[in-house]
């Protein structure tokens, strides 16, 4: 796998709208690599025979009926909203973006 | 110097291509059970699977899967007996989990395609427009932003979020690029829009509105100089929010694009917005290259794997195609096209099929909905389907077709009932509608009328025929237009003579 580069931690910065010094990149590139290198070794485990999983049991076509139940209150649903207006779930403005 | 559309055309080879998004109309959300009514007040139809709070865990509504594989069966595509949901990771707020659950690379359906007809300089032509794939997702929050003078995102102060619709089963078509319209291609994407959308209406899966945003459109398009082989560079258009938007935006952006290359420009992929005003795009965000929303298989949810059995019971519950429909009742009734068009466009096709099955004669079902009913609508201001029931109208038009009623006693029956006078039946007692239909008390009204005018009549047992009109309407008056006018004028002529 390739080295994480300091413009790949800017680019995945970016996108996770996350804000980061230079200092920060730097630091940050280092601690993915580390960590990438650990789940790497999964893959020397890994090989044809397994299929990739991802869900832990083997099951499907879990349904249910399309029946409503009571959502939460407006109250409720907001009570754990960092700031909010009109009824409303209230969020900083979103720059550069449309 | 500008080109317009039609230089445009000339020049260069549009190649088009169509995602639609679809909201299910299933009554929950499409992981969780809460409602999916539109127009609820805000955050009232949320829980913690659609807020995307800690520990939420998300169940798939199976009536949504039932739905997606109907449109895909519907849309001549094959069904995945394996497919998965996957997260599409974005930092958006209109999405709280900070993730769409959408499906990637293992959708429902399958290599489809739909036969769309137009009316082209050389008659009428049909498009075959393939469709690459159609997968289920849900449905994002709505975000309100406030402060900025234009009510855009730029200069806005802050946004409020109402996640109501957040997590309402959305299901994404997508065509495969749609080339050879040449200048057609605006048309052939309203043509396929269109009947889209009465696939889904007859399938009942959707309410298909576009104004509310149940049936969405983006419009992909890029240029190329014709004959040239190659495959522009797109653009993709959305807010497109009506079928006459869907051809003026690809309109106005084939315009825009052939300016550019004209000038020797470059086309930027990107995502523009249609103004609804000016029938123009303009820039939106810049979008997020597919591999920045790093999908990853849900493992919240698991495989749906449908089996042969469900497919096929799903397959016979599939109703007529709706293009077939039409021309199969079309050729029944024998109606010609433009009437046939304006039923089409009054919404009245179903509701004459139902008069019809329930004994009315074609053509008289036809003239009494589009006409008379419709007119009356016209002037309240509501659908023709909501002044009367289709089993009055049969019953009116069975008493024409006795001769118990004529057209313009009908035309009296059909009032009293849409203004709550009661049935056909009570309103003809009520009103004292019947047709006079008596020989001998009709024979009283016509001696009266020979009395009358002698000469008149006179002159018709001398042969002149047309001269009868004037007692016609003595004996109408008479009868206070409650007779037949056929049978009066028969019956007039046979005793002058002339019968």
């Known amino acids: 796998m390739a080295a994480i580069s300091r413009d790949d931690v800017a680019h995945l910065a970016k996108l996770a709208r996350v804000e980061m010094t230079p200092d920060e990149l730097d630091h940050m590139a280092v601690e993915l690599e580390q960590i990438l290198g650990a789940v790497k070794r999964v893959q020397e485990v890994a090989t044809a025979d397994i299929p990739p999983t991802s869900h832990p049991l083997s099951m499907s076509n879990i349904f249910r009926d399309d029946v409503v139940k009571p959502s939460l209150t407006n109250e409720e649903a907001l009570s754990g909203a960092p700031a909010k207006a009109e009824d409303r779930f209230k969020v900083p403005q979103i720059l550069g973006e449309e | ?499």
């Open chain 2, 1 to 499: 110097m500008t080109l317009d559309y039609k230089s445009a055309t000339e020049k260069f080879e549009p190649t088009l291509g169509l995602e639609v998004h679809v909201e299910l109309n299933t009554n929950s959300k499409m992981f969780c059970s809460c409602a999916t009514e539109f127009g609820a007040s805000p955050n009232t139809q949320t829980c913690p699977v659609c807020l995307g709070l800690p520990g939420a865990l998300p169940v798939v509504n199976g009536k949504a899967i039932e739905s997606t594989i109907l449109i895909g069966l519907a849309l001549n595509c094959s069904i995945a007996p394996y497919s998965r949901f996957a997260r599409k990771n974005y930092f958006y707020p209109d999405m709280p989990k900070n993730f769409q659950t959408s499906q990637y690379d293992e959708p429902i359906c399958v290599d489809g395609y739909l036969d769309v007809e137009i009316e082209t300089e050389d008659g009428p032509k049909t498009f075959r427009v393939d469709i690459e794939r159609v997968h289920m997702e849900e449905d994002t929050g709505k975000s309100l932003h406030v402060g900025g003078a234009t009510g855009r995102i730029h200069g806005a102060e802050y946004s409020l979020l109402d996640y109501n619709r957040a997590g309402i089963p959305l299901v994404e078509i997508v065509t495969r690029i749609i080339p050879g319209t040449g200048k057609y291609a605006p048309q052939v994407a309203r043509a396929y829009v269109t009947q889209l959308r009465d696939i889904l209406r007859a399938l009942g899966v959707s309410d298909v509105k576009m104004e509310q945003g149940s049936l969405r459109c983006d419009a992909n398009v890029s240029l190329a100089p014709i004959g040239s082989g190659i495959l522009g560079t797109r653009s993709e258009t959305k807010n497109v929010n009506s079928l006459r938007s869907v051809e003026r935006a690809l309109t106005g952006e084939i315009e825009r694009q052939a300016n550019r290359l004209e000038a020797g420009e470059r086309i930027i992929q990107e995502t523009r917005h249609f103004l609804e005003e000016s029938g123009l795009t303009r820039p939106g965000r810049s979008k997020e290259q597919a591999e920045d929303y790093r999908y990853f298989p849900e493992p919240d949810l698991v495989p749906v794997t449908p089996d042969a059995k469900w497919i096929e019971e799903l397959r016979a519950k599939l109703p007529e195609n709706p293009a077939d429909r039409r021309k199969r009742l079309q050729k029944e009734w024998n109606v010609p096209d433009a009437e046939m068009t304006s039923l089409i466009n009054a919404e009245l096709m179903d509701v004459v099929e139902e008069t019809i099955k329930l004994g009315a004669e074609p053509t008289r079902a036809r003239t009494w909905w589009l006409g008379e009913i419709s007119r009356l609508a016209n002037e309240k201001e509501v659908a023709p389907t909501s002044l009367i029931t289709t089993a009055f109208v049969a019953e009116i038009i069975a008493l024409i077709s006795s001769g118990d009623l004529t057209d313009k006693l009908a035309r009296q029956v059909v009032e009293g009932v849409v203004s709550g006078e009661g049935s056909p039946a009570e309103v003809i007692e009520k009103r004292g509608l019947k047709v006079v239909s008596d020989d001998s008390a009709l024979m009283v009204a016509i001696e009266a009328a020979i009395a009358a005018q002698p000469d008149t009549a006179e002159r018709i047992r001398g042969g002149n025929i047309p001269a009868v009109g004037a007692l016609i309407g003595a004996v109408m008056k008479a009868t206070g237009g409650q007779a037949d006018a056929a049978k009066v004028r028969e019956l007039l002529l046979r005793h002058l003579g002339q019968g």
